[in-house]
Nanobody
Framework: QVQLVESGGGLVQPGGSLRLSCAAS????????MGWFRQAPGKEREFVAH???????YYADSVKGRFTISRDNAKKTVYLQMNSLKPEDTASYYC????????????????WGQGTQVTVSS
């Protein structure tokens, strides 16, 4: 049973920081690429960040320089460090696993978590 469980979301003020975690189980994490997506109400799901099995990273332009994706294979966990948060970052954030396909396409990710809500507001 494949499972991805996100945590770390919450309410934060503009300019603040959060670190999201995604704990993986049920598949070979160390050889899997991982990604983060987000979706705000009324909007399409949006690619945020990607990390390959070898540690190479790729980010959406909207978060580049502010967010950092990382992984700990021993803990089977992928992280998203979110700094300098803006109200437009408010969304439900989803962790996903990829084995092949276009990095930015949600269809390339067969496994998804349930999401964790991030709200950036004063």
């Amino acid at each position: 049973q494949v499972q991805l469980v996100e945590s770390g979301g919450g309410l934060v003020q503009p300019g603040g920081s959060l670190r999201l975690s995604c704990a993986a189980s049920g598949f070979t994490f160390s050889t899997s690429a991982m990604g983060w997506f987000r979706q705000a109400p009324g909007k399409e799901r949006e690619f945020v960040a990607h990390i390959s099995s070898g540690g190479s990273t790729y980010y959406a332009d909207s978060v580049k320089g502010r967010f950092t994706i990382s992984r700990d294979n021993a803990k089977k966990t992928v992280y998203l460090q979110m700094n300098s948060l803006k109200p437009e970052d408010t969304a439900s954030y989803y962790c996903a696993a990829r084995f092949r396909g276009v990095i930015e396409s949600s269809g390339s990710y067969p496994y998804w978590g349930q999401g964790t809500q991030v709200t950036v507001s004063s």
